[in-house]
């Protein structure tokens, strides 16, 4: 209260001293009181007055704030009613056209309008031919082509045009100072990057630089001339079936045609084939290997036909491979599986018109289901291999022998051969050679002609093993040869009888079921 007043109030009431109307020399004291209380009545009318003042004061300042306030709702209210009225009334239609033709006249709406074009809309031309042709294409915007030679070849493809690159005519094609870069797909399909297949124009680049891409590798019906050796990594590759899809390796190739260069490659729906083989023939005189996998594991063919090569497939450790509806026709090998050839599965697979259809060298765990060995010279070759298995297999014109199993560096063990048949291998000089222990399941051998008829062994055992191959069941007449040492369970007796047929030899022994006679 005290700093409130503090300018109103005379001095002495803050120090104390005499005021200057105090004086001793002057008057009574009842003079000098009666002063003093007119000067304190003076002082109390001043400060009414100041209250009264300051009262007004914030009356004032209160009432211009309420009606600064008011004002600014009467505002806010009229903008309010305003707003909502041009909306009601706002013909939005007429407002665009007359925006429009504003940026008409002024030319910006054609500069907007084609700079999207050029940057948002792929333009479309017949071929790349065509492409290379246009004016309209800038920095930055798209072209899709209907066909690479020709509309409709399978070649039509999406492109990004770009100022700077480096053209190679297959995924960047130069347009002038303009680049056009090759978009892939989920797939890329061989004729995107030119490839024609038609068997003349050399297709090799446009394989080559198809297999650079991730995804996986399209090949469609034709014939696809390659005078390069590939190699494939991490990726399928499949055409359009084994006799509509033809990749024909020239004699431009030495050595490897195909080359795998890594786990879990699929190859699927197609043939390669070389330049040198005659379906009628046995065998080919060309050098070169088709396909060539050195220590890569899970590879997968399927409905593949590999035709007319020195080494069909050579496999060299290669663990876990999967051949399924597999054809290997006219080579010399049709597979040389060598060193730690493990854990393969060959199921429906045909074997044809080979030197020696399959060779085994080394390895475990090798499957057959359903396969097919005609017209080779041998049809399996196996030495120092373990665990082989042949379930429902068929073998027929194999002209040495249908298998020949040998002991090698390693002892041979479980070989086995369940439900297959042996038919009509002409010429043989021994059916089966062995060095080791077999057993054949439910067999049938029919009209096999051996060399020198009536005196040759169907089973020859090439070394001093006591071993002898364990016939369970099945039938083995009406092939031309000497039937002895076999173990033998419940085999029909005709067959050990018929001499037309076959002629019984010596150490036949019969083991825990008794002969029963083949009807």
Not at 231 to 238: D, F, G, L, M, P
Not at 241 to 246: E, H, L, R
Not at 382 to 402: K, Q, R, V
Not at 437 to 466: H, W, Y
């Amino acid at each position: 209260m005290q700093n409130i007043f503090i300018d109103i109030l005379p001095p002495w009431v803050e120090t104390g001293l005499q005021p200057a109307f105090y004086d001793k020399e002057s008057g009574t004291v009842l003079q000098q009181v009666s002063r003093m209380w007119a000067k304190m009545i003076e002082l109390g009318n001043g400060f009414n007055t100041f209250t009264e003042n300051t009262a007004d004061y914030v009356n004032q300042f209160t009432d211009d704030i309420n009606e600064t306030v008011d004002d600014y709702i009467e505002k806010f209210n009229d903008l309010h009613d305003y707003v909502h009225d041009y909306f009601d009334n706002l013909d939005v239609q007429e407002e665009i056209n007359n925006k429009l033709d504003d940026m008409l006249e002024q030319g910006t709406l054609q500069e907007i309008i084609t700079a999207y074009i050029q940057s948002n809309v792929a333009w479309t031309f017949d071929t790349v031919a065509d492409m290379k042709l246009a004016t309209n294409l800038i920095d930055g915007s798209y072209a899709r082509t209907l066909g690479f030679h020709s509309v409709g070849d399978g070649g039509g493809a999406l492109y990004k045009i770009t100022d700077t690159g480096t053209a190679d005519e297959m995924a960047i094609i130069a347009i002038d100072d303009l680049y056009a870069n090759f978009i892939p797909d989920n797939e890329i399909n061989v004729k995107q990057l030119g490839a024609y297949g038609d068997d003349t124009h050399d297709d090799s680049n446009a394989i080559i630089k198809a297999l650079t891409y991730n995804q996986p590798l399209y090949l469609p019906k034709g014939r696809y001339k390659l005078t390069q050796a590939i190699s494939i990594a991490n990726k399928i590759v499949h055409g359009a079936g084994q006799f509509n899809t033809f990749i024909k390796a020239y004699n431009d190739i030495s050595g490897n045609v195909i080359t795998l260069t890594s786990d879990h490659v699929k190859l699927q729906d197609l043939t390669l084939e070389s330049p040198d083989y005659d379906y009628s023939a046995v065998g080919t005189t060309n050098d070169n290997t088709g396909i060539y996998i050195n220590d890569y594991h899970h590879i997968t063919m399927e409905n593949v036909r590999v035709v007319g090569f020195n080494y069909g497939v050579y496999a060299r450790r290669a663990w876990c491979l999967s051949c399924y509806d597999v054809m290997m026709l006219c080579c010399n090998y049709g597979l040389y599986g060598i060193d730690e050839f493990n854990n393969t599965l060959f199921e429906r697979c045909i074997i044809d018109n080979n030197t020696v259809g399959f060779h085994f060298q080394g390895g475990y765990g090798n499957v057959f289901n359903a396969c097919d060995f005609e017209k080779n010279t041998d049809g399996v070759w196996t030495e120092s291999h373990g665990d082989l298995t042949f379930n429902g297999c068929y073998f027929e014109n194999n002209y040495s022998s249908a298998l020949h199993i040998k002991w090698g560096i390693r002892p041979i063990t479980a070989i086995t051969i369940n439900s297959s048949t042996f038919w009509a291998n002409a010429q043989c000089d021994g059916l089966i050679k062995y060095h080791a222990p077999i057993v054949l399941r439910d067999c049938t051998f029919r009209n096999n002609e051996l060399l020198e008829a009536g005196s040759m062994p169907i089973f020859i055992k090439e070394n001093s093993t006591q071993c002898l191959p364990h016939i369970i069941g099945g039938d083995i007449g009406a092939s031309f040869g000497v039937l002895n040492d076999i173990w033998v369970d419940k085999l029909g007796a005709k067959a050990l009888t018929a001499s037309d047929w076959i002629t019984a030899g010596e150490n036949i022994t019969i083991g825990n079921f008794a002969l029963y006679e083949d009807n």
